[in-house]
């Protein structure tokens, strides 16, 4: 919450919301592969497209990774990333702010009890030791707030083991036996497994997918200064099913585009908006 005030003050040299000039409209982005390259920090660029942008409409992004992973990828040391998104939704939106300010929040743990999670994590854990692939390295499973995310190859791989454990999933589909198997096996707890990013899936209650976010955007119609956004387009790269951006964009109340990179993004975005 201590960045509420510096995140304000950023956001006060933009109109109020209900003063952009296509007020009904918002843009959502996922994050890796769509605003920056995956695990890395965003381009100068695509922040000040963003920027230009965010004086038409209202923007924000949606990424099951936290905080803190978004404010190393799209802050900077100045700015939290709070000041530079009208929205910003951290796991899936169960961590949120509008206008820098926290909204309420949603605990994974609390959903699904403390002998659930151990009978799963223990399962997971064995699998991966059991799991024959070229490297493995650390953090294995990361719980969030909202979710737990799994790695079979571990969030504590370079960027170069990164690539190279996600041409040899393409070939061997590691992640996507894993989740089968996962899918089988605890049916009884009303989870999704959602394939995203190069290395790693999430884990969350069914329904906790990235429309989660979307619940936010719909209660700024009932806001004190209203807002009804007629027009919710989505950004993201994993959009086909069984990708984490699937759900978003197959949504009836979004208007999905498909994008291949931050480059992309940025073309699209430039065609749509007169950039």
């Given at each position: 919450m201590a960045a509420a005030a510096p995140a304000a003050e950023a956001a006060a040299v933009y109109p109020p919301l209900s003063q952009r000039p296509i007020a009904n409209t918002v843009c959502l982005f996922d994050v890796d592969d769509t605003l920056t390259p995956a695990r890395r920090s965003v381009s100068p660029q695509m922040l000040s497209l963003l920027s230009s942008l965010r004086h038409k409409v209202a923007i924000g992004?949606?990424?099951g990774s936290d905080l803190i992973k978004q404010q190393?990828?799209?802050?900077t040391p100045s700015l939290p990333v709070t000041s530079l998104f009208d929205f910003c939704f951290a796991e899936n939106g169960l961590t949120a702010y509008r206008m820098g300010v926290q909204l309420a929040s949603q605990s994974f743990i609390q959903w699904i009890g403390e002998e659930n999670y151990k009978r799963m994590v223990n399962f997971m854990?064995?699998?991966i030791a059991d799991m024959d692939i070229p490297v493995k390295r650390g953090t294995f499973i990361e719980f969030r707030n909202g979710m737990v995310n799994v790695s079979p190859i571990g969030r504590n791989a370079t960027v170069e083991e990164r690539h190279a454990f996600n041409a040899f999933d393409q070939t061997h589909k590691v992640r996507e036996k894993f989740v089968a198997v996962l899918r089988e096996k605890f049916a009884d707890l009303g989870l999704t497994f959602s394939?995203?990013?190069q290395i790693s899936f999430d884990?969350?209650?069914t329904g906790w997918d990235k429309t989660?976010?979307?619940?936010?955007?719909?209660a700024e119609a009932q806001a004190a200064d209203p807002v009804n956004y007629t027009a919710i387009h989505f950004f993201g790269d994993k959009t086909a099913k069984g990708g984490n951006d699937y759900e978003i964009f197959e949504d009836p109340?979004?208007?999905?585009?498909t994008v291949t990179s931050p480059e992309?993004?940025?073309?699209?975005?430039?065609?749509?908006?007169?950039?």
């Open positions: 992004y949606i990424s190393e990828q799209l802050g854990l064995h699998y394939i995203g990013g884990v969350f209650p989660y976010c979307l619940q936010h955007i719909q109340r979004t208007i999905g585009h992309d993004t940025a073309k699209q975005l430039r065609e749509l908006f007169d950039l």
